[in-house]
């Protein structure tokens, strides 16, 4: 590791891809189905047409393979994609090595409305990385959102 750092970049796939199978698309199916029908009877159309929607959409997504994503964590601050977030708006970052998809970097935005920036990180450059923030940001223990897990575990 050295000091003279200035700046990290590499691609990753934008979320970690699983293979869905024929029984995934037919639970989706029928939970989106009886959700469906159920709004129909109570007389809810408008609902039982967003929860069809909804179904089809997520089983189109499900199938999609992830983009390669660019992701750069620099002396300006930290870029995902076309977005870049200076450090003057985030709060706090950690480094999750723990992690069973590998290391990733949780940081914190000051923005009330957004939620933790989750980078997928290659472990030749972690001590790199923090090397970089732990100069810019206080580290603190954080942790992905329940959402984040939850989609996982379904399979996004």
Not at 12 to 37: M, Q, R, S, Y
Request: charged share 20%.
């Amino acid at each position: 590791m050295t000091d003279d750092v200035k700046a990290v970049a590499w691609e990753a796939p934008e979320h970690n891809h699983c293979e869905k199978t024929g029984d995934w698309f037919w639970i989706l199916g029928i939970v989106t189905v009886v959700g469906a029908l159920t709004m129909f009877f109570f007389g809810n159309f408008l609902f039982a047409i967003l929860i069809l929607i909804a179904g089809l959409t997520i089983g189109l997504v499900a199938n999609q393979e992830p983009t390669l994503t660019h992701f750069a964590v620099s002396t300006r601050g930290l870029r995902v994609g076309n977005s870049l977030y200076p450090y003057s708006t985030l709060e706090c970052f950690y480094i999750d090595e723990d992690n069973l998809a590998g290391p990733q970097l949780l940081a914190r935005s000051k923005k009330m409305f957004m939620s933790l920036i989750v980078m997928p990180i290659p472990e030749e450059y972690v001590d790199d990385i923090e090397s970089i923030l732990e100069v810019r940001l206080p580290e603190e223990h954080l942790e992905e959102p329940l959402a984040h897990k939850l989609l996982e575990i379904f399979g996004f």
